[in-house]
Structures are given as structure tokens and as C-alpha cells.
């Protein structure tokens, strides 16, 4: 199963995108995880949604050949990272390439609450007419302490979290299936 990763931090060191790269290598029998460059594409401008920039256009080209979407993201500010939700606004205007998508949320903050109130957003603006996506019900992902279950290597030591972890991707492997069935019998097939 193809996935498009959309990880919500640039940093260099993001604990988030350390988790993106766990989990490609993690569940690669399962899913073939591909993390998109998100930080390069530019402001969204309502102006250019019919003829976006090239960058753009081949990132929502990749989204829309991609059978699901994994988003690994920090909070920040109690809610979703600028940049992330800029990727979001480009894929729901005009092709609405995040539509019938099945999403799985992941996200890990050093705090105790481990992007709670980010993801509580997240799932409303991924319920929004111009997205439209299938997200995993339930399954929230909520890695918090994140710097005590992490190593150098980016490896998650912490045991628990990585059972939950493998419980979340069966379930979200189980739904994107059913989803994708569905589609094809709504005739949706190749959206
Ligand atoms: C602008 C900004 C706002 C932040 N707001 C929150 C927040 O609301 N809740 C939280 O748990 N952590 C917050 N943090 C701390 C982040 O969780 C922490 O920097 C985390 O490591 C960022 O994720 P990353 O390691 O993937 O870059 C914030 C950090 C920044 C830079």
C-alpha cells in the first residue's frame, strides 16, 4: 500500500520525523511509506489554485496517486503546525486530492500531553468539505514524553508505545482496505 507521509516539523532533529522514519522502516511489509517534502511548497494563494506552482502540482499529484496518508506532526500552539495545515489548504481546492483518502494521525511532543489539542484540530480540518478524508476512527496516536522513548538513533525503546503502535497500523491497514473496497463499489475507484 502506497502512503504519502506528511510529517509537521522541518526541524532537523524532529522527534516527529524520527517517527515517520521508525515507522517507514517498522511496517515496510505492510506499507510503503514515502515522506513528502512539505516544507518547500509556498504560502497558499488562492490566486494560483487553478494553476498552482510546479512544486505544488507534483505534490498533489503524489497525494492523489498515494492510496493513503500517514501525518506525523507536533502541536504547536495548541494546535496544528503553519506548514502543515498549509500542505492540507493546496490539496482541497479545486482537485481535492486528500478526498476518500484514509489518514492515519500520529503525533509526539516532549510535554504530557503529546498533541492532543493539535489533533482534535487536525481531525476537524480533515473533516472539512474541500478534504473530505477517511480518517481512522479512534487509534489516537499520542506520543507524549517523547525525548524518554526515543534513542540516538531514532529507534521508539519505549515497549508499550511501540505495541500500540503495530495495534494502529493493523487496525489502519484493515481500514484503508475496507475503504478502498467501498470506493470501488461507489465507482471511485480510481480517484
Ligand atoms: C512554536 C512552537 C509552539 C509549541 N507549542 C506546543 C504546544 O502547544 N504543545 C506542546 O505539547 N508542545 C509545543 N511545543 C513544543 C514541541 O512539542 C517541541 O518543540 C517538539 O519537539 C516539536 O516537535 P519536533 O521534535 O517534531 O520538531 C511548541 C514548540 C514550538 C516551536
Request: proline share 5%.
Given at each position: ?5 506528511l ?7 524532529s ?17 510503503d511509506i ?15 489554485e ?50 476518500g483518502?484514509?489518514?492515519l494521525?500520529a ?13 482534535v ?6 473533516a ?64
Open positions: 500500500m502506497k502512503i504519502a507521509a510529517v509537521g516539523s522541518k526541524r532537523e532533529d522527534y516527529n520525523h524520527r517517527i515517520a522514519l521508525f515507522m517507514q522502516e517498522r511496517y515496510r511489509d505492510q506499507l514515502d515522506i513528502k517534502d512539505i516544507a518547500s511548497l509556498p504560502h497558499f494563494d488562492q490566486d494560483d487553478e494553476n498552482p506552482p510546479e512544486v505544488v502540482q507534483q505534490f498533489k499529484k503524489e497525494i492523489r496517486e498515494a492510496d493513503g496518508i500517514l501525518i506525523v506532526t507536533p502541536e504547536y500552539n495548541h494546535s496544528v503546525p503553519g506548514m502543515l495545515k498549509n500542505a492540507l489548504d493546496w490539496c482541497s481546492r479545486v482537485d481535492k486530492v486528500m478526498t483518502k484514509p489518514v494521525i503525533g509526539a511532543s516532549p510535554g504530557f500531553l503529546g498533541t492532543v489539542r493539535c489533533q484540530h487536525l481531525r476537524q480540518i480533515l472539512a468539505p474541500g478534504m473530505a478524508a477517511k480518517v481512522l476512527p479512534g487509534n489516537e496516536v499520542f506520543i507524549g514524553a517523547v525525548h524518554q522513548k526515543m534513542d540516538d538513533e531514532g529507534s521508539i525503546t519505549d515497549t508499550g508505545t511501540v505495541e500500540f503502535l503495530d495495534m494502529v497500523v493493523g487496525n489502519y491497514v484493515n481500514f484503508a482496505e475496507l475503504e478502498r473496497k467501498k470506493e470501488e463499489l461507489a465507482g471511485n475507484g480510481n480517484r
